[in-house]
């Protein structure tokens, strides 16, 4: 009987899924035909576009890997031999395919399934995954650790690596290509060539794909890889006959792989059930040393509105599965990522010097708007942000005006670049920080929680946070006007809360932060989006006969020393709200209230930041109701601080 996607759920116009239904763990595969696994994964496609329709997540890769996922589970002896998968924005398959079928539609829901590989989800998940470029390095751990024995309860096989062509472009991935080439050790790189039916990645390293295996003990499935190309549909024979050409011009006696010291195979169809099979159980049989096995997929395969939309469905929200119409809410205000793009191209139109970066999310971080009016002004630079941030370094000393836009939880990567290159030599790089605070369904392999804290320690940094959309852009125009080191200014993700906007940012005096209510015995002191959150708490104590002053902070480098020791004294508690980790801006108000001696005259002072966890996926509210970062939760820390709490139960 087949399970249901959803209790209560009218299942009449959902198809049927004979095979599937017999499918509890990957061991179900091992008894189905060829044949049978060819239609199997029709019944997975479908079953994951039915899953999705309802919660929305990433599926245009998912639906490119399914006969690939359907493959590798019936080909090799997972959880024993691991599959790590690069991102994991394509597991979907593999989700359905380990156990967790009737979970799909808790996908990125509170309490429900991670939209990524999770260790803790599943013995099927090796590896978690969220940033790019990881597998191929996790996987050679796995495959040297069998190698020095694992523990019985370990268990290591096989170490498969599925890495996408895009991915591929993480300078991580060719590290972990250098080291495994080196160490000689059986490991098995799967490259998931989705893009060469789309558009050429960035960088020519993406193209660098196609080189026929010559050598033993591979030579007789040569040919079979070879006429493989004249069977892909037309499209991807382009794709191939690209890569083919780009290698032809560049390459003498081998492809890069080889050079590196992997054996190479491909390119293959990889929706042709047959040929993946063949070669996969031959790679399995044979294989000694380091293989890379190059695997051509169309992303969006078999949906048609995926297969039509520009960027194959990659990210949607809930939809219907007839047209693909996604179904999306109306915003009551512009989102922060279209008033930060607005913001950049207005700086842009009055200032030819200002230049915008992004590590390969375009569209992500807004600056797609950028290049429609200053294409020769926006660079995107592929998933490197460690290169995004030296290039931005290098143009700035070049007397350009470079800003670097990614979200908080990716400009981690390039933390030693930010320290090496831009602050140590005081350049002007400015710093456009997406995504910061709880980010909802991606959970917390996308929480921008850290950025300020590594950031605000750096000598000369500049670090600003905006309460709201009409202070993203006049910290646009801040960090334009800004030449004497670098400068950075965060902001969340989604809409804003509906502010009037200036027709142009104007610049902020650096270091000053903002009165918002005067109030009296205790201060809030905002940095960030919570702002909204601080007002209404502040109406919920003046229904208790309470009235706080309300501060926005703005800076948390450099702090307004003057605003924060006026607030200390003049009060009898002092309070910091921010969407950050400790180590943030109340801890740099903490240092200055100590150093100023400040404490000896009796202030409580607390400091309200995220926990000292990884929260879950859930939507933006409940995550900062765990977080204890919510109106209700400033109420009641300003009534235990102020000692209100017990009075405040009693008349309730």
């Given at each position: 009987m087949?399970k249901t996607p959803?209790e209560g759920?009218?299942?009449?116009d959902?198809?049927?899924?004979?095979?599937?239904d017999?499918?509890?763990?990957?061991?179900d595969l091992?008894?189905?035909s060829?044949?049978?696994?060819?239609e199997?994964?029709?019944?997975v496609?479908?079953?994951?576009?039915?899953a999705v329709?309802?919660t929305?997540?990433?599926?245009?890769?998912?639906?490119?890997?399914?006969e690939l996922?359907?493959?590798?589970h019936?080909v090799?002896?997972t959880?024993?031999?691991r599959l790590?998968?690069?991102?994991s924005?394509q597991c979907y398959?593999?989700?359905?395919?380990?156990g967790?079928?009737d979970r799909?539609t808790t996908?990125?829901q509170?309490?429900g399934?991670?939209?990524?590989?999770?260790?803790?989800?599943?013995e099927?998940d090796?590896?978690?995954a969220?940033?790019?470029?990881?597998?191929?390095?996790?996987a050679?751990g796995f495959?040297?650790s069998?190698e020095?024995?694992s523990a019985p309860?370990?268990?290591?096989?096989?170490?498969?690596a599925?890495?996408?062509?895009?991915?591929?472009?993480?300078?991580?991935a060719f590290?972990?290509?250098?080291h495994a080439?080196?160490l000689?050790?059986r490991?098995?790189?799967?490259l998931?060539?989705?893009?060469m039916?789309?558009?050429p990645?960035?960088?020519?390293?993406?193209?660098?794909l196609n080189?026929?295996?010559?050598g033993?003990?591979?030579?007789?499935?040569?040919s079979?890889a070879k006429?493989a190309?004249?069977?892909?549909?037309s499209p991807?024979?382009e794709?191939?006959k690209r890569?083919?050409?780009l290698?032809?011009h560049?390459?003498?006696g081998?492809t890069?792989?080889?050079?590196?010291?992997?054996?190479?195979v491909?390119?293959?169809?990889?929706h042709d059930m047959?040929q993946?099979?063949?070669?996969?159980?031959t790679?399995?049989?044979?294989?000694?040393?380091?293989?890379?096995?190059?695997?051509?997929t169309?992303?969006?395969k078999?949906?048609?509105p995926?297969?039509?939309?520009?960027d194959?469905?990659h990210?949607?929200s809930?939809?219907d599965i007839v047209t693909?119409?996604?179904k999306?809410s109306p915003a009551?205000a512009?989102?922060?990522?279209?008033?930060?793009?607005?913001?950049?191209i207005?700086?842009a139109?009055a200032d030819?010097?200002?230049v915008a970066?992004t590590?390969?999310?375009?569209?992500?971080t807004g600056?797609?708007l950028?290049a429609?009016?200053?294409p020769?002004?926006c660079?995107?630079?592929?998933i490197?942000?460690?290169?995004?941030?030296?290039?931005?370094a290098?143009l700035?000393?070049?007397?350009?005006?470079?800003?670097?836009?990614i979200?908080?939880?990716f400009?981690?990567?390039g933390?030693d670049?930010?320290?090496?290159d831009v602050?140590?030599?005081?350049?002007?790089v400015r710093?456009a920080?997406?995504?910061?605070?709880?980010?909802?369904?991606?959970?917390?392999?996308?929480a921008?929680?850290?950025d300020?804290?590594f950031?605000?320690?750096?000598?000369?940094?500049?670090?600003m946070a905006?309460?709201?959309e009409?202070e993203?852009?006049?910290?646009?125009?801040?960090?334009a006007a800004?030449?004497?080191?670098p400068?950075?200014f965060?902001?969340?993700r989604g809409?804003g809360?509906g502010?009037?906007l200036?027709?142009?940012?104007?610049?902020l005096?650096i270091?000053?932060?903002?009165m918002i209510?005067e109030g009296a015995?205790?201060?809030l002191?905002n940095f960030g989006?919570?702002l909204?959150?601080?007002?209404?708490a502040?109406?919920?104590l003046?229904a208790?006969?309470?009235?706080p002053?309300i501060a926005?902070?703005?800076f948390?480098?450099?702090?307004?020393?003057?605003l924060?020791?006026?607030?200390?004294?003049?009060h009898?508690?002092?309070i910091?709200?921010?969407e950050?980790?400790v180590?943030?801006?109340?801890?740099?108000?903490a240092h200055?209230?100590a150093?100023k001696?400040v404490?000896?005259?009796?202030?409580?002072?607390?400091s309200?930041v995220l926990?000292d966890i990884f929260?879950?996926q859930?939507n933006?509210?409940?995550?900062?109701?765990v977080a204890g970062?919510?109106?209700p939760?400033?109420?009641?820390k300003?009534?235990d601080?102020?000692?209100?709490a017990?009075a405040?139960?009693?008349r309730?």
């Open positions: 087949r959803k759920k009218d299942l009449t959902l198809p049927t899924t004979p095979l599937l017999r499918v509890s763990s990957p061991s091992k008894g189905l060829d044949a049978e696994l060819t199997l994964a029709g019944e496609r479908q079953e994951m576009i039915g329709s309802q929305g997540g990433h599926l245009g890769a998912g639906l490119g890997v399914v996922t359907v493959a590798l019936a090799f002896d959880p024993r031999d790590v998968w690069d991102v924005h398959p593999h989700k359905i395919l380990t967790r079928r799909m996908l990125r509170k309490d399934l991670s939209g990524f590989c999770k260790r803790k989800e599943s099927y090796a590896f978690g969220g940033h790019s470029s990881t597998s191929i390095s996790a050679l495959a040297v069998r020095l024995g309860e370990a268990g290591v096989g096989d170490a498969i599925i890495i996408g062509d895009g991915a591929l472009t993480g300078g991580m590290e972990a290509l250098n080439g080196h000689g050790t490991v098995i790189v799967i998931n060539d989705n893009e039916s789309i558009a990645p960035v960088g020519a390293m993406s193209r660098y080189r026929l295996y010559a033993a003990p591979f030579q007789e499935f040569k079979l006429g190309v004249r069977h892909l549909p991807l024979q794709g191939a890569a083919k050409d290698i032809k560049v390459t003498v081998g890069l792989f080889e050079e590196l010291g992997f054996s190479y491909g390119p293959i169809d990889g047959d993946l099979l063949t070669i996969l159980r790679v399995k049989t044979r294989a000694t040393g380091p293989m890379l096995l190059h695997v051509i169309q992303k969006g078999g949906y048609a995926a297969e039509a939309a520009a194959r469905c990210g949607v809930k939809f693909g119409e996604q999306k009551n512009p989102s922060y990522t279209k008033v930060f793009a607005n913001a950049l207005a700086e139109k030819r010097k200002v970066i590590a390969a999310m375009p569209d992500g600056l797609n950028f429609e009016r200053f020769e002004r660079f995107d630079v592929g490197a942000e460690q290169h995004g941030v030296t290039f931005a290098g700035a000393a070049g007397g350009q005006k470079p800003f670097v836009a979200y908080s939880t400009l981690q990567r933390y670049q930010i320290v090496h602050a140590i030599q005081r350049l002007p710093f920080i997406d995504r910061a605070g709880l980010v909802g369904a991606d959970g917390a392999t996308h921008g929680a850290y300020v804290a950031l605000a320690n750096l000598p000369g940094f500049v670090v905006a309460a709201d009409s993203l852009m006049h910290m646009v125009a801040t960090a800004h030449d004497e080191g400068i950075a965060r902001f969340p809409e809360v502010v009037d200036p027709d142009r940012g104007v610049p005096e270091g000053k932060g903002r209510q015995r205790v201060a002191l989006a919570r909204k959150e601080v007002k209404e502040a109406q919920m003046a208790k006969g309470i009235t002053t926005d902070a703005r948390a480098k450099p702090l307004d020393e003057e924060i020791l006026r607030l200390a004294r003049d009898e508690a002092l910091t709200v921010e950050g980790a180590g943030g801006f109340g801890s740099h108000v200055l209230l150093e001696g404490f000896d005259t009796g202030v409580k002072y607390r309200m926990p929260i879950d859930a933006p509210a409940d995550m900062y109701a970062m919510n109106a939760d400033i109420e009641a300003v009534l601080v102020l000692g209100e017990d405040a139960a009693r309730a």
